[in-house]
């Protein structure tokens, strides 16, 4: 308990100090990207470690937390926090009405329901030119405010993004560490034990996957009122399979996998573009060597040893 | 107290069950016998809402309780304990315990839910020597002691267990037979499914008989053990 804070306070500081130390403003994205990353990534872990399921269309719910936000604050003048808000409520229903029907079911449905709406999200925001800009995207968001505080450069905007990187780390391990968290670790254990015990178990399922969208949204919401400009690209299923990726790489049932897994893996992905063609490669063979030897992830490998020395 | 009655189910085309029809009364230590593929977990999972079924009903104490979900059936003390344990391999012996009540804490004092875990500790008292061991690293016998117990925790008034006996040595099935009947001083029923004929049969007081789907034979479980059919195709006896 306490330690999990205290870690907490390290990370803010060493964040803190990075962010004077670093002058390039390609390093303060790339630290931004490591938070906002980290908070769809944590709740990936909750959804693939603790509720056993998969969702190949995060990617899509962090889009439509960021299309939310820029076609609401451009077009309509909406508030960004408002708009915040009500992306994240957009995402929530979208992700309900996909969860309720598929997670009843026993079996991995939500992959193939997850990565359909991943391929028709990107679809409509290309066609949908109107409203999505097509695959010119949308520019001209408008920055965060706080009063007549703006969000407006690297370094105020890393204070939000590491601000709510963090809140979701605190909410994920509250959340593990509740009766929700017991049964959620019940149900990762054995499904069947789970429900033999009254868990409902499909509800806790839609409840999680709900709350991960939530979370891809509001680092949708957040990414788009830091760059100003948003497009496709961003948003496709190569993005949702590299938080996959990130998820598996950091211990998807742990909660500092979330943190570990989307630092390598934005700073490995960024050191991937010097190769291009090649970098999809290299990310699958990273995935494959990580299945193979430590399959419980980075953390999850660390906290096995630190199991094992103690014994 | 628990009425199954006419009971069919089937899984896309195949009918895993026929026309079922078996009875629980208070108290009482009911077995239903079979071999592999017979239909045993079929019947308990329908009977805990896991399955669903296609046709007939489910009575519990007159009320109508067929397909409800199974946090429903659990509400109305209606416990499985799985095919295979299923014990919660990550969490430690009495984490496991504590979820078996996971329903009564939403509504119960905290203090019952630790005297009913006492209870527990001093009907295994194994598992309270081991209490805060991991439970994957329990033996088998163990293993079935924390899932009948965790099962215990929710104050159940039927207990339905599937194939108790799974994997374990004679010795440890008689040990596991010997705690089940003591669960009577519990108030508990319990309806136990098993390949082990010989085991179910010996520690109940009726039983039934099922074979692929159907219920074939049904009498009380002394008659059944010196019945010449069932000794030849279940007990495996050489004929006199
Ligand atoms: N989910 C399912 N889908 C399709 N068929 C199933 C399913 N579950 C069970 N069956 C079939 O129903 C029949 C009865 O299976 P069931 O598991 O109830 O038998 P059992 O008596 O418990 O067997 P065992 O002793 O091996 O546990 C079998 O033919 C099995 O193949
Ligand atoms: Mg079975």
């Not at chain 1, 949908?128 to 408008?142: K, L, M, N």
């Not at chain 2, 895993?16 to 009875?23: K, S, T, V």
């Not at chain 2, 004679?170 to 508990?188: A, G």
């Amino acid at each position: 308990m306490k330690k999990f804070y205290i870690t907490l306070l390290i990370i803010a500081v060493v964040v803190l100090l990075l962010s004077t130390l670093i002058k390039s403003s390609y390093f303060l994205l790339i630290l931004n990207l490591i938070a906002l990353n980290t908070i769809i990534v944590i709740g990936l872990n909750l959804l693939i470690g603790f509720a056993g399921q998969i969702s190949l269309g995060h990617a899509a719910f962090y889009g439509i937390g960021a299309y939310s936000s820029a076609i609401l604050t451009t077009f309509y003048n909406v508030n960004p926090w408002i708009a915040m808000l009500l992306a994240v409520f957009i995402t929530g229903i979208i992700a309900y009405i996909i969860g309720i029907p598929t997670l009843k079911l026993k079996g991995h449905y939500l992959v193939m329901a997850t990565l359909g709406l991943n391929i028709i999200f990107s679809i409509i925001i290309v066609q949908w030119e109107v409203f999505t800009g097509g695959p010119d995207g949308i520019a001209g968001i408008p920055y965060l405010q706080i009063g007549s505080f703006s969000f407006d450069s690297d370094k105020k905007i890393l204070y939000l993004c590491w601000f709510f990187a963090l809140l979701s780390l605190i909410v994920a391990y509250n959340l593990v560490h509740s009766r929700v968290g017991r049964a959620l670790m019940a149900l990762h254990n054995s499904e069947i034990a789970a429900s033999c015990l009254g868990i409902n178990v499909s509800k806790y399922k839609v409840k999680i996957f709900v709350l991960s969208a939530m979370l891809a949204s509001i680092a949708g919401s957040l990414y788009a009122h830091y760059v100003t400009f948003i497009s496709p690209e961003t948003f496709g299923i190569m993005f949702s399979i590299k938080l996959i990726i990130m998820s598996i790489f950091g211990g998807m049932s742990t909660i500092w996998g979330a943190l570990v897994g989307s630092g390598c893996l934005t700073i490995i992905s960024e050191l991937l573009n010097f190769v291009k063609d090649y970098s999809t490669i290299v990310l699958g063979l990273i995935l494959v060597l990580v299945l193979m030897f430590i399959p419980q992830g980075v953390v999850g490998y660390i906290t096995q040893l630190k199991i094992n020395n103690e014994k | 107290m628990l009425k199954v009655k006419n009971l069919s189910v089937k899984y896309g085309e195949i009918q895993a069950l026929h026309d079922i029809n078996i009875e629980l009364k208070k108290n009482e230590i009911v077995a239903i016998v079979g071999n592999n593929g017979a239909g045993k977990t079929s019947l308990i999972n329908t009977i805990t809402g896991i399955v669903q079924c296609y046709d007939g009903e489910i009575i519990f104490n007159n009320e109508n309780i067929t397909n409800l979900p199974t946090d429903k059936i659990v509400k109305y003390g209606i416990i499985q304990v799985p095919e295979g344990r299923e014990i919660f391999s990550e969490l430690t012996v009495e984490e496991n315990l504590e979820l078996g009540a996971y329903q009564r804490f939403k509504k119960e004092d905290k203090n019952k839910i630790f005297e009913t875990l006492d209870e527990i500790y001093s009907l295994f008292p194994i598992l309270k020597n081991r209490k805060n061991q991991i439970a994957g690293t329990l033996s088998g016998g163990e293993q079935q002691m924390l899932a009948i117990g965790r099962g215990l925790m929710a104050k159940p008034k039927i207990m339905l267990l599937d194939e108790p006996s799974l994997g374990l040595a004679p010795l440890i099935v008689e040990e596991v037979f010997n705690v089940i009947k003591r669960l009577r001083e519990q108030e508990v029923s319990i309806l136990i499914v098993e390949q082990n004929a010989y085991a179910a049969l010996k520690n109940s007081d009726r039983a039934y008989i099922i074979e692929t789907g159907k219920i074939t034979m049904h009498d009380k479980s002394e008659n059944l053990l010196n019945n010449e059919k069932i000794q030849e195709a279940f007990l495996g006896k050489r004929r006199k």
